[in-house]
């Protein structure tokens, strides 16, 4: 992450005060962004938003307040820039956040949209900001290329699809993690989905598998898992409902928790639901 812009800082003192209030502002600066760097999905959150709508010179942005300890007031947005460029709540920021947003996608310079994305990141204290920092990330393809293959998975059983989600797992996770996430797909496709899968290789695809296969890879994201039941028979009032996927059900190990939007708690297969998008990807609530 390269900086761009930082919060004010101090006005007129020693020397030797300066440059030691200058090392506490510049460890706090750092213990801020690595703060923000820690919350679970907020970087894959704020990358694809930002990939997403990466041909509006978007300012991506985080904010949340100082008593906000986990994370999970944190708030992400987009603004592209037909807005941004007009927008006087940015053109008077602190960090004069306008002035470094033009310059930076002029044509003569070094951004690249396709590989970089702007953020600024913000705290905020009885609604004033106590932190405020504009900086340039680096797309991670991995991330990128993980939703595209989820996207995939759900709209269709081909083999083509479940193979490449085989390789992104391999090249995701670490050596250990990945086989094992692996041989638990096989495992679970010749176990409960009826699957025939020779050692090693990649099982035949089928709705649940791929359902199951697609939820594997949003957990590794760590984003929210947006779901639809469907062909449900004993509780066939419930087709057609939509919730958030909470993970494997651990009182019965074919089944998958689903928190319904209604707050109602339901336990269903994977081949009993769909994976949808409504709206931008979200990391998971904690």
Not at 103 to 115: G, I, L, N, Q
Not at 134 to 147: K, M, P, Q
Not at 196 to 201: P, R, V
Request: aromatic residues 6%; hydrophobic residues 35%; glycine residues 8%.
């Amino acid at each position: 992450m390269r900086d761009l812009a930082c919060g004010p800082q101090g006005g007129t003192r020693s020397v030797r005060s300066a440059r030691r209030a200058n090392k506490d502002y510049n460890q706090m600066t750092r213990d801020t962004l690595d703060w923000f760097a820690k919350v679970p999905g907020l970087r894959h959150e704020l990358e694809l938003l930002a990939w997403k709508h990466r041909s509006e010179a978007p300012y991506m942005h985080a904010e949340t307040v100082l008593s906000d300890t986990d994370g999970s007031g944190i708030r992400v947005g987009m603004v592209p820039r037909r807005i941004w460029a007009e927008d006087p709540g940015i053109n008077k920021g602190p960090s004069s956040f306008c002035a470094q947003l033009q310059r930076m996608f002029s044509d003569d310079s070094s951004f690249c949209a396709e590989e970089q994305y702007v953020c600024g990141l913000n705290i905020l204290n009885e609604g004033k900001s106590e932190f405020s920092k504009l900086a340039v990330s680096s797309f991670d393809h991995t991330t990128i290329r993980g939703a595209e293959i989820v996207e995939a998975l759900t709209a269709g059983t081909g083999a083509e699809e479940l193979a490449d989600a085989f390789a992104w797992i391999e090249s995701a996770f670490p050596a250990h993690a990945a086989q094992h996430k692996l041989q638990t797909i096989r495992t679970r496709a010749t176990s409960l989905h009826g699957s025939t899968t020779l050692a090693g290789s990649v099982p035949v695809p089928t709705h649940a598998i791929n359902n199951e296969v697609a939820c594997m890879i949003l957990n590794g994201l760590y984003l929210e898992i947006d779901i639809c039941l469907t062909g449900l028979r004993g509780a066939a009032h419930l087709n057609g409902r939509e919730g958030i996927m909470r993970g494997p059900d651990p009182a019965n190990g074919e089944r998958w928790k689903v928190r319904l939007d209604d707050g109602t708690c339901v336990s269903a297969k994977a081949a009993n639901f769909v994976l949808i998008r409504r709206g931008e990807y979200t990391r998971k609530s904690p």
